[in-house]
């Protein structure tokens, strides 16, 4: 969605985080604006577990967001090694920001460990507030395949992968999947395929707490599996009862002063390391998509010079040769080219491929 740099803003001499949202594209300047003003509405939040948003401008048609530097990175590291004070101080800050949110209308959408950041006094920041919606808002119709939506398979509610909007509901869903995952290390559903996954929240009821991670509280245990129900109106909707409801049990865990032991660690701040092409999961896109990336002709080439490709249509081409009559032999032929082309395409419509494929060009 967007590449990130570590930027200094030269009339206050301060760092920040500068957010180019390169998938907004200069072809469109009518989109860039209307993302930049659903993104000023997100902006306006104003609160201490909420990333701050310094502004907004356009260059060359793509948007870029300047926000607050937090050098501690995400909660993502943490997953997995802290204790229960600890989690639920995290918790507890994101449901204040949540409320904060949703009192002014707006909905994250995409919550998730790597959208939580930690401040150097161990609290977080929720990132990110407004930047699924505005795609959303946008259609995205050159970003996104029809029928799919833009959100992390793992932490999206049910409806989201039904197709139906995001709700407060939705975003406290997110919410019991990250508890979830910050109690037993695993989130409640898992599986390779993005699909699968998503069709696995849709008809199957999330696993209890308990039976991944039994030496859970019983309340804590109740109360993470509450936000996890399929159906969104017998999920609450008020992160604010919802935080109340977790102070109770995680007294009953661990008594009245938990709050004292609740600071994230302090770890080492993310080491700058030099821009290079992100990961790209795999995923078929558009060609206009492709395009973005580099030049068609060259990804074309990439495409049909690519080893696996050329193996894949020979292993046809040799199993005729050797284990066939000659009369059906000038099919099987045929046949192994189709192999490779249609090789040769997947590899070309590949967005992984293509962003290895521009990595290696850079160098």
Known sequence: MAVVY???????????????????HASDPAAAKRFLHEAQLAGSLNHPNIVTVYGY?????????????LPRGSLRPLVGGLTVPQIVGALV?????????????IVHRDLKPENVMRTDNGHVK????????????????????????????????????????????????????????????????ADPSPTALLIRKVNERAPSLRSLAPEVDKKLADWVDSLLGREPE????????????????????CGPRWWRDAALPAGEPVPERPRTVPAVPQQFVSTGTLAARSALGPLVVNALKRPGN????????????????????PWLYAAAVLVYLASSAITFFDEAEAARFVERSAR
């Open 93 to 105: 800050g994101i449901l204040d920001g949540l409320a904060h949110a949703g009192e002014r209308g």
């Open 310 to 329: 050329w193996l894949a249509g020979a292993a046809v081409a040799i199993a005729a040769a050797v284990m066939t009559p000659w009369i059906f032999r």
């Open 234 to 253: 017998r999920r609450p909707s008020s992160p604010r009862v919802v935080r109340e409801s977790l102070e109770e049990a995680v007294e009953h865990a």
């Open 57 to 69: 401008f356009e260059h060359d048609g793509i948007p870029y967001i300047a926000m607050e530097f």
């Open 126 to 189: 929720i990132a990110d507030f407004g930047i699924a919606k505005a795609h959303d808002e946008l259609g995205m119709a050159n970003l996104t395949p029809v029928g799919e939506f833009l959100g992390s398979p793992a932490y999206v509610s049910p409806e989201q992968a039904l197709g139906a909007p995001a709700t407060a509901a939705s975003d406290l869903y997110a919410v019991g999947v990250m508890a979830f995952e910050l109690f037993s290390g695993s989130v409640p559903f």
């Open 6 to 24: 570590f930027a200094r803003q030269a009339d206050l001499d301060r760092p920040v985080a500068l957010k180019e949202l390169a998938g907004i």
